[in-house]
């Protein structure tokens, strides 16, 4: 079973920064891609950033230029740097792993989700 951590949510001014943290721990064969998603109160849960373990890495229209996303891979880490936040960018962010298996099969996981709020 794999376990996934996420820190470093928070309110934050419009335009200010944070940077968001995700660990993964447990009985970890590969991890191929890393995500962030963000669900807002009374929407669906949107992707944010994706990378894989190869590098690619994808990007939602409304946080180009303004987010990005890397990864740790000897440490199962995965973060997401927000500059310039806006008030929209306020909804629970979660973290999303898809985790190859030792049969070559593929598992996917989600975390806790951590809020991130931005206003004045």
Same mark, same amino acid.
């Given at each position: 079973?794999?376990?996934?951590?996420?820190?470093?949510?928070?309110? =934050?001014?419009?335009?200010?920064?944070?940077?968001?943290?995700? /660990? /993964?721990? &447990?009985? #970890?064969? !590969? #991890?191929? /891609? *890393?995500?962030?998603?963000?669900?807002?109160?009374?929407?669906?849960? $949107? *992707?944010?950033?994706?990378?894989? +373990?190869?590098?690619?890495?994808?990007?939602? $229209? !409304?946080?180009? &230029?303004?987010?990005?996303?890397?990864? $740790?891979?000897?440490?199962?880490?995965?973060?997401?740097? *927000?500059?310039?936040?806006?008030?929209? +960018?306020?909804?629970?962010?979660?973290?999303? #792993? $898809?985790?190859?298996?030792?049969? @070559? @099969? *593929?598992?996917?996981?989600?975390?806790?989700?951590?809020? =991130?709020?931005?206003?004045?």
């Amino acid at each position: 079973q794999v376990q996934l951590v996420e820190s470093g949510g928070g309110l =934050v001014q419009p335009g200010g920064s944070l940077r968001l943290s995700c /660990a /993964a721990s &447990g009985s #970890i064969f !590969s #991890i191929y /891609a *890393m995500g962030w998603y963000r669900q807002a109160p009374g929407k669906q849960r $949107d *992707m944010v950033a994706v990378i894989t +373990d190869g590098g690619s890495i994808r990007y939602a $229209d !409304s946080v180009k &230029g303004r987010f990005t996303i890397s990864r $740790d891979n000897a440490k199962n880490t995965m973060y997401l740097q *927000m500059n310039s936040l806006k008030p929209e +960018d306020t909804a629970v962010y979660y973290c999303n #792993i $898809d985790e190859r298996t030792s049969r @070559g @099969g *593929m598992r996917n996981y989600w975390g806790q989700g951590t809020q =991130v709020t931005v206003s004045s």
